[in-house]
C-alpha cells in the first residue's frame, strides 16, 4: 500500500484537535460551526474542486455493471468480429492483417443482400494499398454501391490535417458560426475511398473519457476550428431517421450479452455454392464489423472492465441511439441540498446529545433507502449521483464522532484523576470500565481477608502533642500500613482510614483561627478480594506476603515527627482474618 504523508497526519491531527477545543467551548454551537466548515467544504468541492467526482463515478460504475449483467442480448445490433480465430482461419485465404480491402468489400456484397438497416466498420481505412491499388478501388466501389453503409473517421488532438474547404460533402462537416475559409482539421479520412467521393460517409469512432480515464460516456460530436463533426453511431441514426439527443455526450447504457458471428465464419460462407448459414441471418439488423482479437490492440477501459472490446462500446452506442434508451444524467451540483441536509442533521442530533450510535444507525438506514431510490432511478433510464453526498454525510459522521470520542476520553481521565485521589485506583479503573454503578439491592457473600491495625497510646500522644504534628504522623503512619495492602497483599483493597478526632480551640487563639486536635484511636483497614474482583487464594497471598510487615511493623520512634515530639517508644498493633463476608449497596431509592 502507499505510505500516508505525514504532513497529511499532522495537519488532520490538529484538525481534529481544533474541532475538540470547539464544541468543548461551545457544546450546543460548536457541533453547528463544524458543520459549517464541511458546508463551506462541499460547495467549494462542487463549485472548484470536483474531487468527490470520484466518488460518483467508481459507485456509479458498480450500479451500471450490476444493471448490465440484467440486461438481455441485444436483438438489433450484430457484431462480425475479426476474432483471433478469423485472423488464423483467413491467413492462408487472405495473408496476415491486414487483409486486402476486396475481401471488406466482398463482405458488404455478401451481408446487403440480406437486407440490414445499416452496416458500420468500426476499422480505419485511412491509409491506401500502394502494392494492391485495385483491391481499395474494389472495396470503394462496394461502399459506394450501398447508401446504408459507413466508414470510421478519426480525429486527432494535434496535427494539421486537411483544410474542411475540400472534404467531400459525404464527410458532413457542419460550420458552426463562421469558421474561416482556411481551417485545416486533422481528421483521419477513409482515404481508400478518395476515389468515390460519396463513399466517404461515417463518422468518429474517438474514445470518450471521463476525467479518472474510464469510457462511460459516448459523444455524439467533436467541435474543432469552427467546424462540427459527428460521430459513427450519430451519423448512422441521422441518416436512418432516429431522433438525437440534444447534448454533447450521453451516459451509455450497458449490457453484458453482445451477438458475436466470427468474420471469417461469413466470409468463408459467401463462398460457398451451398450456403450452410441461413440467408436472413442479418435482416433488419445493424451489422457492425470490428475486431476483439487481442493482437490488434483494440481495448479500452470501462465500467465493465478493464480491457473492453471498442467495438463492443461502439454497438453500446449504437444500440442506446437506435432504442432512445441512453442513461439520462441528474447534474451533480443538484444534490448539494442533499448532502447539507445530512450534515444539518447530524449536527443538529448531536448538539441535542443524542447518541452517536443512534445517529449512526439513522444514517445507515437512510443511506440505503437513497441507494435504493437511486437504484430504482436507474432502472428506469436515470442516473443520479448520490454517492458523493452520502460520502460527504458519513464523513462528517465519522468526524464528529472522532471529536466527541476525543472529548469524552478527555472528561473521563480527568474525572478518573479525581477519584482516583479519594478511592482505589482499580475500583476507579472498574466503574469506568463498567460505565455504571452497580445498583443492584441484593447482597451476596464473599471469602475476603482484612488487615487491620492500631497504634498503641494514641489518645495519650494526641493529647500533648500538636495537632499538626500529630496529622503529619497520622499521614506518613497511614501512608506505611496503606503500602501493605496495596503492594504487599498482593492488590488488596483500602476500605477504610479514620481516626477519632475532636476539635478544640487551644487558648490564647481566635476562633475562626483554631485548629483540628486529633485524639482516639488512628485505624486503617484493608481488605483483599472483594473489590474490584476475585482472587484466586486470596487468604494465602495476602498472609504470605503482607505477614512479614504485620509481625514486624515499623516503630514509630523511626519517624521525626514521633522523635521531636519526646514520646517513648510505642509500637502499633496488626492483624489479619480471613473469612466470608457479606458484599451488598446499600442505600435509600431516593436523595
Known amino acids: 500500500g502507499v505510505a500516508t504523508p505525514r504532513p497529511f497526519l499532522r495537519s488532520l491531527s490538529a484538525m481534529l484537535t481544533f474541532a475538540q477545543k470547539l464544541v468543548r467551548r461551545l457544546p450546543g454551537r460548536g457541533w453547528l460551526m463544524l458543520a459549517g466548515l464541511f458546508a463551506l467544504l462541499v460547495l467549494v468541492d462542487y463549485r472548484f474542486l470536483e474531487i468527490s467526482r470520484i466518488v460518483d463515478q467508481r459507485a456509479g460504475d458498480v450500479m451500471l455493471r450490476v444493471k448490465a449483467a440484467q440486461r438481455p442480448r441485444s436483438d438489433r445490433v450484430v457484431i462480425v468480429d475479426i476474432d483471433q480465430r478469423s485472423l488464423e482461419m483467413m491467413n492462408e485465404m487472405a495473408g496476415s492483417w491486414p487483409w486486402p480491402r476486396s475481401v471488406h468489400g466482398e463482405l458488404i456484397d455478401h451481408v446487403a443482400r440480406q437486407g440490414p438497416r445499416g452496416i458500420a466498420f468500426d476499422i480505419l481505412f485511412n491509409e491506401t494499398d500502394v502494392y494492391r491499388p485495385e483491391h481499395d478501388a474494389a472495396f470503394a466501389a462496394s461502399v459506394a454501391q450501398h447508401p446504408n453503409v459507413w466508414l470510421a473517421m478519426t480525429l486527432n488532438a494535434d496535427g494539421r490535417g486537411a483544410l474542411v474547404s475540400q472534404m467531400p460533402a459525404s464527410v458532413r462537416a457542419r460550420a458552426l458560426s463562421d469558421p474561416p475559409r482556411d481551417a485545416a482539421v486533422p481528421l483521419m479520412l477513409p482515404l481508400v475511398v478518395a476515389q468515390q467521393p460519396d463513399a466517404m460517409r461515417g463518422g468518429l469512432i474517438n474514445f470518450t473519457a471521463d476525467s479518472d480515464t474510464v469510457g462511460r460516456h459516448h459523444s455524439l460530436y467533436r467541435d474543432r476550428n469552427g467546424w462540427r463533426f459527428s460521430s459513427l453511431a450519430a451519423r448512422m441514426m441521422e441518416d436512418l431517421g432516429r431522433p438525437l439527443p440534444r447534448q454533447e455526450k450521453v451516459l451509455l447504457n450497458w449490457r453484458r450479452g453482445w451477438q458475436h458471428v466470427s468474420y471469417a465464419d461469413i466470409y468463408l460462407d459467401s463462398l460457398r455454392q451451398k450456403r450452410l448459414r441461413p440467408q436472413s441471418e442479418f435482416k433488419n439488423k445493424i451489422v457492425l464489423v470490428g475486431t476483439s482479437a487481442p493482437g490488434l490492440l483494440d481495448l479500452r477501459l470501462t465500467p465493465l472492465e478493464s480491457t473492453y472490446p471498442g467495438v463492443e462500446i461502439l454497438a453500446t452506442a449504437i444500440d442506446n441511439l437506435d432504442r432512445g434508451d441512453w442513461l439520462r444524467e441528474i447534474e451533480r451540483p443538484s444534490m448539494i441540498p442533499l448532502a447539507l441536509a445530512l450534515i444539518a442533521a447530524i449536527a443538529i442530533g448531536l448538539a441535542r446529545n443524542v447518541s452517536a450510535n443512534l445517529l449512526g444507525y439513522a444514517l445507515l438506514a437512510l443511506s440505503v433507502a437513497v441507494t435504493a431510490a437511486a437504484w430504482f432511478a436507474l432502472a428506469n433510464g436515470t442516473f443520479v449521483p448520490i454517492f458523493a453526498p452520502l460520502a460527504f454525510g458519513w464523513a462528517f459522521y465519522l468526524t464528529a464522532s472522532g471529536v466527541a470520542y476525543l472529548d469524552e476520553r478527555t472528561q473521563r481521565l480527568r474525572t478518573a484523576g479525581m477519584f482516583k485521589r479519594f478511592l482505589d485506583p482499580r475500583v476507579v479503573a472498574d466503574l469506568i470500565e463498567r460505565g455504571e454503578i452497580d445498583n443492584r439491592g441484593s447482597a451476596e457473600s464473599r471469602e475476603i481477608t482484612v488487615m487491620f491495625s492500631d497504634i498503641r497510646g494514641f489518645t495519650a500522644l494526641s493529647e500533648i502533642a500538636r495537632a499538626e504534628d500529630v496529622v503529619a504522623l497520622l499521614n ?116
Open 476 to 591: 506518613s503512619y497511614f501512608s506505611k500500613q496503606v503500602e501493605v495492602i496495596y503492594r504487599r497483599c498482593h492488590h488488596g483493597v483500602l476500605g477504610r482510614a479514620y481516626r477519632n478526632t475532636r476539635s478544640c480551640a487551644p487558648r490564647g487563639c481566635r476562633r475562626d483561627r483554631h485548629v483540628g486536635c486529633a485524639s482516639g484511636n488512628a485505624r486503617p483497614t484493608g481488605s483483599i478480594g472483594c473489590r474490584p474482583r476475585n482472587r484466586y487464594r486470596h487468604p494465602y497471598r495476602a498472609r504470605g506476603r503482607g505477614i512479614h510487615r504485620i509481625e514486624r511493623p515499623p516503630r514509630l520512634h523511626r519517624d521525626r515527627r514521633y522523635r521531636e515530639s519526646g514520646q517513648p517508644d510505642r509500637r502499633h498493633d496488626q492483624g489479619s482474618r480471613a473469612g466470608a463476608r457479606v458484599r451488598s449497596n446499600a442505600r435509600c431509592r431516593r436523595r
